[in-house]
């Protein structure tokens, strides 16, 4: 059964930071890995999907990287801003074409 | 492009009653799914549509059901509401093809509240 993991839960840091959110995987039989942001309250806002045939997918500030064979993901976030503050989710898309959730890292920029 | 719509965004309700919620997909996407997000459960999967069959389902009671149109839009209805149904119904769409490239796309959710 995949079991998604992200660490840690919630991080807080001062703007500007460089930071990386981990994602984890039990079984590397995935379709694609993709990250999200939630605000609260609101609906989730796709970010980035990488395919299982890919390592890493970039956009803006934002670089994915994927590692199947470790069952790993991170989300490199460069230079945040308080903008940025949000719970991020990471989620694999199984062989049944099912979407596994990890329980999201909330995280906080301090202006 | 529109992006997927749901219907309305927040409801009241008291026990016992039933609710349909909406869900329009993004054009041409086929995959509808559900999802039920609370504080101390998080994000939970209900079920998935794909070509107005279900595709997959959840751990849910026989209490929460969906279906798919022909056009791809979907409802779906929570009956005999309990208090413990209070959540944000979370609505994505997609492809729904094995590619690899189903990237899935959110809608803003309908807030329910069970009184």
């Known amino acids: 059964k995949q079991e998604v993991t992200q660490i840690p839960a919630a991080l807080s840091v001062p703007e500007g930071e460089n930071l990386v959110l981990n994602c984890s995987f039990t079984d590397s039989a995935i379709y694609n890995l993709q990250w999200f942001r939630q605000d609260p309250g609101k609906g989730l806002t796709s970010l980035l999907l990488?395919?299982?045939s890919q390592r890493e997918q970039t956009s803006g500030r934002l670089n994915a990287s994927l590692d199947k064979s470790s069952g790993r993901s991170t989300l490199y976030i460069a230079a945040s801003q308080p903008g940025d503050s949000a719970t991020y989710l990471c989620?694999?898309?199984?062989?049944?074409?099912?979407?596994?959730w990890g329980a999201g890292t909330k995280l906080i920029i301090k202006p | 492009k529109a992006g997927v719509t749901q219907t309305p965004r927040y409801l009241i309700k008291t026990r016992g009653q039933q609710v349909t919620l909406s869900c329009s997909p993004i054009?041409?996407?086929?995959?509808v799914s559900w999802y039920q997000q609370t504080p101390g459960q998080g994000l939970q999967f209900l079920f998935e549509?794909?070509?107005?069959?279900?595709?997959n389902k959840g751990n849910f009671p026989g209490r929460f059901s969906g279906r798919q149109f022909s056009n791809s839009r979907s409802e779906m209805n929570v009956s005999t509401l309990e208090l413990g149904d209070s959540a944000l119904y979370l609505c994505a769409s997609s492809l729904g093809l094995s590619s690899g490239l189903t990237e899935a796309f959110f809608g803003q959710g309908t807030r329910l509240t069970v009184v």
């Open positions: 989620a694999v898309e199984d062989s049944n074409y099912q979407l596994i």
């Open positions: 990488i395919q299982s």
């Open positions: 549509y794909f070509s107005e069959t279900q595709r």
């Open positions: 054009s041409g996407h086929r995959s």
